[in-house]
């Protein structure tokens, strides 16, 4: 058995650790299926294995997976599911298995890339320091979206890489440039490029180290500094060495540090920390420096060691010899171990240790302190170039292949939804709440049932400031860590400026991941960074200690916390997981139920569930329905409503929705019922043959077939006036509600009301959300939990505004069954005013509009090709229609627009056609790269004022770049 010591114990206490909470936090992922995304990397690996090897290359030339609106390069993710796929076909374990193991990986290296940058430091310090950096980077909740959802892999698989970059860079620089290390840290650094576009911060981090970093540093005793006296030789003039018991008091009279002969081997580490003890102890005997004894010689000599350690060479590396080399050795190296027990100090080292010269503090007597802070920095800067250009040239090259591949150097996400993160920028950069996401990560479904996490992290956090206080005070100088890991923190942010944000659910957390790298370190690194040497005031051993475990505990009630939090927001994960399984399932059960030549119609297949993705379109949708995962082809008997690639997954097209409600081949429509995991039939109820035009009251009369009337909920007063109701001093929650209605939902396609008002005076805002709902849409829920949201501009609300909502628009309005009640949500102002709220049809508001000879796909897109295409119209029934306006969007935009959107953003061009009802041929340049695209009409008046409605929007694929991998 071998011998362990307390290092080697503490080591394998410290792995379990970690390996524990991992394991507890996303061993239950393992049972999980697949989900969103999932479906598309799955997809992509069967096409590869079933025959169609040219998608390989092109995940080297395209792309990644040729998906439209994403600009994204990385070749080297689409290799990890070829090989998950090549052992595990379509069982998610294995996939999970992968990214466990690459998750665990990070955070071991991350461990080992601390405990290398600490290895000056004394070893309490520096081991608990990797170790509960690694533990909070382990347990963070930020991390759930990147673990347990398998397509966020890219950031598992560039995180190794990326660590292994810089420990390599370090081992090779500490070890004088090691050419060895240099070249692997090179190499890493490309696997990290091809795995993720956020690794290209990394030649940035690597230049701050060695600005930061020009020589070791020397700090004061440990904390664990050991009172077990130690056996060590000592070398008289002859250079013969004899065995010598030492203790603290002898080591205090100034014992030889020339370690020959020990009892048990101490590795560099130990040797250091005695050598430091050595010079402790000559001090509080307060000998001179001159002193000719055994003490003095072996204070000098010790004091010429860290010299040698803190010293450079011409290329600015540090600089050792034979003597020092043990010390310098990093401690998980095998061979320092054993030469630092071997090797002794020369004769000839003690005698010239012993010259005035090398009496002085290694930091005082080194060249560099003669320059000034200007020249200093030069010569740092100057070793950063040297070192750094080969990552830098690196760089280059990959930017230049991700602008020849993607067209653009920065990427990311294009189209519409790439236009409206950039629009809302400025305000979520500083949105507070996203910084209290990052401190505080606790999603909002687990934070509004139990504030305690959020209390127990905050209060730790506040004793982390109070630690770092004292240390401060204790002439710790965490100042080049703080830098360092500031810059480290800002080259993972800075290329997410257009992504910056997390949602109240810990959405696209998985964005900060490289920035939790730094983040993890920065509070271990405060809170245990040992005192420099030769403070003039340091605190006792007893407090230090004490301090030092005050320390752990905190780190450790932070890391139970968030553990559980984790464990939590992965079950989200689970659950999503098994919703979509069950939804696969159910659906096929629903197509083996028909006949032949029938199709089956679904409405609702959720998105996420509390954040955890479910399903993001029809593409993922209806490649769940084809091989591998199915044995035969049942795609094509499924109808859905979901946006096949990307948009708003709300809106339906009415006319096409009613079509096939007609249709006698299409059974249905299916709802998605999330409580039973079943699909319910909907059972269209309520009074039809209803007039045109519906009024909703607020007093009700003899005139109106409606007898309900609203009530207003929220704070403030209310008063009926003519045909409205007049609400002052509303609060954030006020709303407007009626019920006991019985209305089908095929009658009617819009609510309109008008609406005028004030905002506080106080009250900066320009736009103001307003939300409707229907049926189970309470009063009391939160305003953005399915409702149809809108906004409203404020310096229009001084008018008496008309206000339209397109209710048929929405699949929640159809899946109702029975229309029985309304909710107009409203917001915070000084005065409201919400009068002739109606209900209309679409049939002389909207115009049709569709596409010759050409059949959609299940999902409702047309593939188009380099075939002219024409647009049919239709609002003769419209009145004072006299001709049509036609919009198409721009590449991967869509006409819903995001909440506070505009129109204009998502427009490409516009044509004017003179007639209300027939037909025009749309240019192929409007169509002119491979992308999706929306076409829409709405109709025009003699003065070409638009009358009416938009139509339903039409939406076309023009395939090529590879498109057609999700389209068939």
Not at 515 to 531: K, N, Q
Not at 693 to 715: C, M, Q
Request: aromatic letters at 12%; charged letters at 20%.
């Amino acid at each position: 058995m071998p011998n362990l010591n307390k290092a080697k114990i503490r080591i394998i206490f410290q792995a379990s650790v970690l390996l524990g909470v991992i394991l507890f936090c996303y061993a239950p992922s393992l049972g999980s299926f697949f989900v969103a995304d999932d479906i598309w990397q799955v997809n992509f690996a069967h096409k590869v294995f079933d025959g169609r090897t040219e998608l390989i290359l092109r995940n080297f030339t395209s792309n990644y997976l040729q998906l439209p609106s994403f600009g994204f390069y990385r070749p080297l993710l689409g290799f990890t599911f070829l090989f998950d796929y090549f052992f595990w076909a379509t069982n998610a374990l294995g996939y999970h298995i992968t990214s466990l193991l690459l998750y665990g990986s990070a955070v071991w290296l991350l461990f080992l890339l601390v405990r290398t940058m600490t290895r000056t430091w004394p070893d309490f310090n520096s081991s608990w320091t990797a170790f509960f950096s690694a533990l909070l980077f382990a347990v963070t909740p930020l991390h759930c979206e990147d673990v347990t959802w398998i397509s966020g892999r890219a950031d598992l698989l560039a995180a190794p890489f990326y660590l292994l970059c810089l420990l390599m860079f370090v081992k090779g620089y500490q070890r004088g440039n090691d050419k060895r290390f240099y070249f692997a840290s090179l190499l890493s650094f490309v696997c990290a490029l091809l795995s993720k576009e956020i690794s290209i911060g990394l030649p940035l981090v690597i230049g701050a180290y060695v600005m930061v970093w020009p020589k070791e540093e020397e700090f004061a005793n440990p904390l664990d500094a050991t009172k077990k006296p130690l056996v060590v030789s000592t070398a008289d003039e002859s250079g013969e060495t004899t065995p010598t018991n030492t203790d603290e008091t002898s080591v205090a009279s100034g014992t030889s540090t020339a370690l020959k002969q020990q009892q048990r081997p101490m590795n560099a580490r130990q040797v250091a920390h005695y050598e430091r003890a050595v010079k402790k102890g000559k001090k509080k005997k307060k000998k001179t420096r001159h002193q000719g004894t055994a003490g003095g010689e072996a204070a000098n000599v010790s004091d010429e060691m860290e010299s040698d350690e803190a010293g450079t060479n011409e290329s600015g590396m540090d600089s050792f010899n034979a003597d020092s080399a043990a010390t310098a050795m990093p401690p998980d190296s095998d061979k320092a171990n054993s030469e630092a027990s071997k090797t002794p100090v020369s004769a000839k080292a003690n005698s010239e240790a012993s010259t005035p010269t090398a009496e002085h503090n290694s930091l005082a007597s080194h060249p560099d302190s003669k320059k000034s802070i200007g020249a200093l920095l030069l010569d740092h800067f100057k070793i950063a170039v040297k070192l750094g250009w080969p990552y830098a040239i690196i760089g280059g090259i990959y930017m230049l292949v991700r602008y020849k591949v993607l067209g653009e150097f920065i990427g990311g996400y294009g189209g519409m939804m790439g236009g409206a993160l950039g629009r809302h920028l400025i305000l979520r950069w500083f949105d507070p709440v996203n910084i209290s996401r990052i401190m505080l990560p606790y999603p909002a479904s687990i934070s509004t049932t139990m504030m305690i996490p959020q209390w127990v992290t905050g209060i730790c956090l506040v004793t982390c400031v109070c630690i770092v206080l004292i240390r401060l005070l204790a002439q710790a100088r965490p100042w080049r860590w703080l830098l360092f890991l500031i810059i480290w923190m800002a080259t993972a942010i800075l290329p997410l400026a257009k992504l910056w944000g997390v949602g109240m659910e810990l959405e696209t957390s998985r964005l900060l991941f490289m920035f939790t790298m730094a983040y993890s370190i920065l509070w271990p690194v405060l809170l245990f960074h040992p005192p420099r040497k030769g403070a003039p005031y340091s605190l006792p051993a007893s407090a230090n200690r004490n301090l030092g475990f005050v320390s752990a505990l905190v780190f450790v009630v932070m890391s139970v916390t968030m553990t559980w939090a984790s464990y939590r927001t992965n079950t989200f994960w689970l659950v999503a997981g098994s919703e979509l399984k069950s939804i696969w399932l159910q659906t096929q059960k629903l197509v083996e139920g028909l006949n032949k030549d029938e199709k089956v119609m679904v409405l609702g297949i959720p998105k996420d569930y509390k954040g955890a993705h479910v399903n993001f379109n029809g593409s993922t949708f209806h490649h769940m329905l084809r091989p591998p995962f199915t044995a035969s082809n049942m795609a094509d008997r499924v109808l859905t409503f979901e946006p096949f690639i990307i948009g708003p997954f709300e809106v339906i097209n009415t006319d096409r929705f009613k079509a096939l409600l007609s249709s006698p081949k299409v059974k249905g429509p299916y709802v998605w019922n999330r409580n039973s995991g079943l699909f319910d039939p909907i059972k269209f109820g309520g009074q039809r043959g209803m007039p045109e035009t519906l009024s909703l009251p607020f007093r009700a009369s003899e005139d109106t077939p409606v007898k309900s009337i609203w009530k207003y909920h929220g704070k403030g007063t209310s008063e009926v006036r003519g045909n409205g109701l007049v609400m002052h001093d509303t609060d954030d929650g006020a709303a407007l509600q009626i019920e006991k209605l019985d209305i089908s939902p095929l009658e009617y396609d819009f609510i309109e009301f008008k609406i005028r008002g004030a905002l506080k005076e106080t009250d900066p805002r320009v736009l103001v959300p307003m939300a409707v709902g229907w049926n189970s849409m309470s009063v009391k829920k939160d305003r953005y939990e399915n409702w149809s949201v809108m906004a409203l501009n404020v310096p229009k609300m001084k008018e008496n505004n008309e206000f339209r909502l397109h209710l048929s628009h929405f699949w929640q309005w159809f899946s109702a069954g029975t229309i029985k009640s309304f909710v107009i949500r409203l917001f915070e102002a000084d005065t409201i005013e919400v009068s002739d709220v109606k209900l209309l049809k679409a049939d002389k508001i909207v115009p049709f509009a569709g596409l010759k000879d050409l059949e959609p796909l299940n999902t409702g897109e047309y593939v188009i090709g380099k075939e002219p295409l024409v647009l049919l119209f239709d609002g003769q029934n419209i009145p004072n229609a006299e001709s049509v306006e036609i919009e198409v969007t721009k590449p991967n935009y869509f006409f819903d627009n995001y909440l506070m959107g505009t129109r204009e953003t998502a427009v490409n061009h516009v044509l004017q056609v003179g007639l209300n009802r027939g037909a025009t041929v749309l240019k192929q340049s409007f169509f002119e790269e491979p992308a999706y695209y929306e076409i829409r009409v709405r109709c025009l008046d003699a003065e070409k004022k638009p009358v009416g409605e938009w139509s339903d929007s039409v939406t076309v694929m023009k395939m090529g770049e590879g498109l057609d991998t999700y389209v068939y």
